[in-house]
DNA sequence: TATGAATGAGATTTCATTCAT
DNA sequence: CATGAATGAAATCTCATTCAT
């Protein structure tokens, strides 16, 4: 109970710093000051700077995903569905962006390497949701026959960039925009509708 | 003259290191030794490891972007030039691996703000030439209207995405299905073509 | 009752703590867990670690003084009852050895200064024990005359140094030849027994 | 040449240090203090606190051991020759104290298990050393046969404790004292010589 | 009495940077 | 120009001890 309630005390106040000054930067004196405990309980609740890392993100993505399934109403048109996967990863991306920017940007090298496959794995669980959902496309006539593999990565690729550009500078794109755009892409592409170049394309 | 080739020495040795460890688990000592110089030896060279780091990756991405430029013939049509572009960014991303993967990894914090600003710029740049290429097509009527900025933005997050991928995992993705994938979702979309539902969009 | 009971358990864990460990490696984290107890259980009885040290060691050392005592039969002829006294000593040295290492190795700094004179006094007792001895055998005509405090202390630093070495690779050396040897060289020394040197000794 | 007399300077400092406070009580800092070198430069050195303690005790113990095989003239009767090795050893440990006591008191845990085999390496050769003596005394036909190991460790620590003890309170016995009671135990033993019990022994 | 979460002083270690040679 | 020994600020992590419950 109260050790729950510290953890998720440290976690709040981790998620903050490491989004802001990425992993090593960010600092335990830090962390501690601004969770409001001392240093030695960072400690006392997570056995290294890696550790606690690796469970501010992989609880951060795993809420973010856990609202995404819920707020994906199943019964909706394909296409609906689609939009309203896409709307629900760029919001909750970008309002939960002290976790998005961290995961984008600290994937890198520094971090056990234990660590980092505890991450990749949520990560990995993330492609496989998006990638299930387009195969379903696929099955029911939807969606052109493409790797889905590489397609989900495509998408969620698109996002990352969309969002952490949105992060870094607010006022240049409106939200909404975004959706539409990462919608119009993936959906029907750049090429206009009635353009003779349509059977060029291979 | 010879002081340019102990610097491109030094600049190859960083490319390696800071690809593979990262710009904060790069240690100056290691990269001196892959560059079979002295320590104070980079220092007289580069005055920071920051500075060191942005030549290392400004040099590369320059590099890197001037070629794309260069196999990039212009007077194709315009979708072969699209699909051109699209095989020159993703070829010139896996085989610069070492640039590229610090370029994805590492524009977080922990670098000084200066040095910062000057890998965006390049990243700037490189976005701004995408921008113009597609700004062009759409007013040759090739592409629909769209935010040119996002558009670019998403284009290149995708082939981040997916290069990365690549890299980690080498085996899995063949490139020149990378490039077709990118190409087909950039073009025309995921949507199957002759679909009802594209009534249902938007 | 109860509470003398719960010191003994406590008591026990460190001794097998702080032999495996010695003092400074030995955390109280660890002996709390040894003994089932919870952490500040152990300075709810002890007011620190020193103390605990102190408690644990001195208890050991005189259950072993007090057992020698014990087994040794005041009316065997003197060397019998030497031998049984090395005899008593080697054996229980070794049978106790989780407090006989400590003292072994861990009489240097880092410990109060007061606990440090603590451990000295039972020492010193044991030291004094085996000297009342030695200055009986002289008195009686037995021993020849030497400095009874040197004597003393050398009987106890071969068996501490024998012993050490038994625990440390118990297969080696068999107990009963350890006592012998011991044995054989206090009473009468290494040098053969007809041998024409006698007279260039000294 | 610079680097080996900064190692020695070094190692001066932490022989001091370490003899006076153990290893755990001497802290990193007050050795930089003592060797008159940042902390750091302990450092760039030795590699950690463990290896500049193994390299501190064993160039000791190396010292010692040459300085004895130094000091002993083999073209001496044989026991002239025990009695100089007694005499040698008392001396040299006891005016190496530094050392000396380092080796007593820390050879308990805490040191990395590499850094205690290597310093128990240096222990064993002496112990060989010693053997073999009095291994060519018993087949010479001066000493009486006897496991040689137990001997050998028997009058090692016999020699510890005494000197041990006149490092402790060196006022209290004279060091020729000491010298000449180690040989006349080792040599005849503590047993009065025309004594009638000597038919009671063993 | 007993607990164990919380503390914070202090230790070892790292590494970018400097500068005398 | 080049070197590499030396530096010291700063970071992570430890753990004996305390105290509210």
Do not use: W
């Not at 980092?116 to 669980?125: A, P, S, Y």
Request: a neutral charge; glycine letters at 6%.
């Amino acid at each position: 109970m109260k050790k729950e309630l510290k953890k998720d005390q440290i976690i709040g106040a981790a998620g903050i710093v490491f989004s802001q000054k990425g992993f090593h930067q960010a600092k335990m004196d830090e962390i501690a000051v601004v969770a409001k405990v001392a240093k030695g309980t960072l400690y006392y609740n997570f056995s290294s700077k890696s550790k606690l890392f690796a469970a501010t993100v992989t609880q951060g993505l795993n809420k973010i995903m856990a609202q995404i399934k819920e707020e994906l109403e199943s019964d909706l048109p394909f296409m609906a569905h689609l939009k309203g996967l896409i709307s629900s990863i760029v919001r909750l991306y970008i309002s939960h962006g002290e976790v998005t920017r961290i995961y984008a940007n600290e994937m890198s090298s520094g971090i056990d390497e234990q660590v980092l496959v505890e991450i990749k794995g949520v990560r990995k669980e993330f492609i496989n949701f998006i990638e299930d959902i387009l195969k379903t496309g696929e099955e029911k006539g939807y969606l052109r026959p493409l790797p889905h593999h590489l397609s989900a990565l495509a998408a969620v690729g698109m996002i990352d960039t969309l969002c952490g550009n949105h992060l870094d500078d607010p006022d240049r794109d409106r939200v909404d925009l975004i959706i539409e755009t990462v919608f119009t892409i993936l959906s029907i592409g750049l090429v206009a509708e009635k353009n003779p170049t349509d059977s060029q394309i291979k």
